[in-house]
Every structure is written in structure tokens, then in C-alpha cells.
T-cell receptor, first 112, second 113 residues
């Protein structure tokens, strides 16, 4: 069964600190993996999209990694800011039908 | 530049009442359009998608329906709302294949009482 699991479910860190969010998936055949940021009460916004051949991709202070062998991805946030408080969602696309399998997200809270 | 408009932002409806949520996209032609529902603590669930006017694909059986009367307009409807229809509804668009990057609207929080 195609699944995407994220951890931790929630995370609280102090402003300025770094953090890493995890995503494990069982989607096959794999097409691409995406990370979205969703502010409370808003629609998700794309941060990165990685295909099978990409190991890492950055978007400002956000760096996503992908290990297609172990079917794991991580999102690293550097020097966190209060505006980083949001849910971060991992999404995997299946190559067979472009179906998107959505994780439940990690709720990140940045405290001053 | 492309923009997506979704309204209303919040809606409180009694059980058994009808529903109509509207979504429009500007600045692009022939987009793929999607309706998603997000329950608290759960991943987004794809409800409907459309690759062209009048073409609607349903992903899950439910109490809802969708229509695409114009190229850049997508409507989510129900004749009689159920309590279980409560949730956060998101409209999205993409261009090219269905696996391309999605752009989301700001969402509608629907509460059925």
C-alpha cells in the first residue's frame, strides 16, 4: 500500500535553532517527492520537488534530501524564524498514475 | 502572473442544506483543476480533478460533486450536506501533466452543524 509517514508529528524549537523533519514512504513506482509548507488556515505552498536522481535541493534556508534506496527524505531548516511556524507536508508522486500520496504533516512551532 | 481565488473562506451550514464552493484561476489557460479535503491531523485527500471543461474525475465516492463550466472555473457542490462533510476544502491548479507542481487556493473551512 502506498503510504507516506512523517515524523515527528509536532516540534517546538527556539528561534534561531536548526531542525530536521523526516519523511518515510512506501510509494512505488516513485516519480518525485515534494515538500510543502502550510500556514494555519491557508493552502500549502511548494518548497521543493525532487526526482529520483536528485539527492538534495535547497530553497533558501530550507534544504531537502532524498535517499531513494531507503525511501527516506528529510527537510532541514536552518536558523529558524518565527515565520517558519507552520505545518510541513511531504508528498510523494507515483509514476504509474501521477497519484499524489500526502503525509499528515509535521506541525512546527518556533518560539522567540 | 497566475492567481487562484477560492471563496468563501469560512462557511457554517446546517445538515441537509446545499453547498456551492467556487474556485477560479487567472493568468493561465487549460489548467488541471483539483478539489482536496483536509481533515485535522490527516493528509490531503483528493476529491475531484479536471483536465478540461466538462471533464470531471472523482477519486472517492461521496456526497459531493464537482463541475467545470468554464476553462478556469471549478465548482464543488452538494445537494444535502452531512456532518461528515465538515473540513478544510482546498482548490488547486497545475499545468502540463497531472504530476506537475500544484498551486493551492487559500481554502474554505466548512462546518456542518
Amino acid at each position: 500500500k502506498n503510504q507516506v509517514e512523517q515524523s515527528p508529528q509536532s516540534l517546538i524549537i527556539l528561534e534561531g535553532k536548526n531542525c530536521t523533519l523526516q519523511c518515510n514512504y512506501t510509494v512505488s513506482p516513485f516519480s518525485n517527492l515534494r515538500w510543502y509548507k502550510q500556514d494555519t488556515g491557508r493552502g500549502p505552498v511548494s518548497l521543493t520537488i525532487m526526482t529520483f536522481s536528485e539527492n538534495t535541493k535547497s530553497n533558501g534556508r530550507y534544504t531537502a534530501t532524498l535517499d531513494a534506496d531507503t525511501k527516506q527524505s528529510s527537510l532541514h531548516i536552518t536558523a529558524s524564524q518565527l515565520s517558519d511556524s507552520a505545518s510541513y507536508i511531504c508528498v510523494v508522486s507515483a509514476r504509474s498514475n501521477y497519484q499524489l500520496i500526502w503525509g499528515a504533516g509535521t506541525k512546527l512551532i518556533i518560539k522567540p | 502572473s497566475q492567481t487562484i481565488h477560492q471563496w468563501p473562506a469560512t462557511l457554517v451550514q446546517p445538515v441537509g442544506s446545499p453547498l456551492s464552493l467556487e474556485c477560479t484561476v487567472e493568468g493561465t489557460s487549460n489548467p488541471n483543476l483539483y478539489w482536496y479535503r483536509q481533515a485535522a491531523g490527516r493528509g490531503l485527500q483528493l476529491l475531484f480533478y479536471s483536465v478540461g471543461i466538462g471533464q470531471i474525475s472523482s477519486e472517492v465516492p461521496q456526497n459531493l460533486s464537482a463541475s467545470r463550466p468554464q476553462d478556469r472555473q471549478f465548482i464543488l457542490s452538494s445537494k444535502k450536506l452531512l456532518l461528515s462533510d465538515s473540513g478544510f476544502y482546498l482548490c488547486a491548479w497545475s499545468v502540463g501533466g497531472l504530476g506537475e507542481k500544484l498551486f493551492f487556493g487559500s481554502g474554505t473551512q466548512l462546518s456542518v452543524l
